[in-house]
């Protein structure tokens, strides 16, 4: 039998209850866009991070979206970037007419090198966008210390991956002046849908968010900038809301599948992402470093163990980043993107199953 990649349906389960309350109470009350709950999760969310604000959004790629067009970003201008991460933290770059500026990763944890960003900062650097890829934060206290030391760069975290990581003991999402997350089905806190969030702890900048995600109006009908539609559904924050009341037993969970993972890679001498002690990695992937991936992947297939790439091109890489691409400028991320693999994860993923994958690595490694 197959073993789900990321079991929602055993989360589903165990919450239905409550899930299924909240849902029903969002259709009895009927206000189905920035209802009662939508305000009740962003109050919630900004606790948990301890971030001031904590801005709804209907995806990730809005979040970050809304973040560049609220520094006002645009033509002209250049955010720096890493290359292997999920199109859109380049996308948007793109789409605000600004300019992606790819740095190289640091080969253990396949986040931005810090190193190598203050070389790529010029007169028209507007923003650094590091990924927290994996679940992991990248090193966020050097970033801002460049960033700082540069003309108080603002620095946006796409912490798409990582809602409930730590750097140094603070949350992901308040590790810089922007923080952006995605609630996409599989992500560490995932709705029933689209869904993201914004957070600062800039009251102006928050407001300017509020107007960005209703197309720019500051009061009903009243438009005081260019927006867009971009709200959360009060749906899917009722879904976020009661799967909330299981997260940090979640995280723990994450955090002890990781570590049986690291443990048995580490034992069998396979290489894998590394994990910073000062920061806590949720795991939004678990994944390994393979030279004859595409053997191992098909080997776990045959015995029911799904796998998948995070992610096989780098951006600089692809067609449609062709005009912002400098070849070779970015070669550990080229080399690591042929050799990622990612394991089944997640907090419903049992002893049992994840036994089975462990012995079908070990029954790869030995044939
Ligand atoms: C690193 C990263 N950034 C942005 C996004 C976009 O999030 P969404 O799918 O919610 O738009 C994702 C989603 O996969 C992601 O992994």
Request: charged share 20%; aromatic share 6%; net charge negative.
């Amino acid at each position: 039998m197959t073993i789900p990649f990321i079991d929602l349906k055993a989360q589903y389960q165990a919450l239905k209850h409550d899930i299924d309350a909240r849902i029903h109470k969002v259709l009895d009350h009927g206000q189905y866009i920035l209802g009662p709950e939508v305000a009740e999760l962003e109050d919630k969310l900004a606790q948990y991070t301890g971030a001031k604000h904590c801005i709804t959004v209907s995806s990730g790629t809005d979040a970050l979206l809304l973040s560049l067009m609220g520094l006002g970003i645009g033509p002209g201008d250049e955010v720096i970037t890493t290359p292997f991460t999920f199109v859109a933290t380049a996308e948007v770059i793109v789409l605000v007419g600004a300019k992606p500026v790819f740095v190289d990763i640091e080969p253990d944890t396949c986040n931005i090198d810090s190193r190598l960003i203050e070389e790529k900062i010029t007169a028209q650097t507007k923003a650094i966008m590091p990924v927290s890829l994996y679940g992991q934060p990248a090193d966020m206290d050097e970033i801002n210390a460049i960033a700082a030391r540069n003309g108080n760069i603002p620095v946006i975290e796409d912490a798409a991956q990582s809602f409930g990581a730590t750097f140094k003991g603070r949350k992901s999402c308040n590790l810089s002046a922007i923080g952006c997350t995605s609630f996409f089905p599989s992500k560490p806190l995932g709705c029933y849908g689209d869904g993201g969030a914004i957070f600062t702890n800039n009251d102006n900048l928050a407001q300017i968010f509020r107007e960005l995600r209703v197309h720019g109006q500051s009061e009903r009908y009243v438009h005081t900038r260019i927006g867009v539609g971009a709200r959360m559904d009060s749906i899917q924050c009722a879904v976020l809301l009661a799967k909330l009341e299981r997260f940090d037993w979640e995280i723990e969970r994450r955090l002890e599948i990781g570590a049986v993972y690291n443990n048995a890679l580490d034992n069998a001498g396979i290489e894998r992402v590394q994990q910073r002690p000062d920061r806590t990695s949720v795991f939004a992937q678990y994944t390994l470093i393979s030279a004859d991936r595409d053997s191992l992947a098909a080997s776990l297939q045959e015995q029911g163990i799904p796998t998948a790439v995070h992610y096989p091109i780098p951006l600089n890489e692809q067609a449609a980043y062709q005009s912002f691409c400098c070849p070779d400028c970015t070669p550990i991320a080229q080399r690591i993107a042929k050799k990622v693999i990612s394991l089944p994860m997640g907090p419903d993923l049992d002893h049992v199953h994840q036994g089975r994958v462990l012995s079908a690595l070990e029954g790869y490694l030995s044939s």
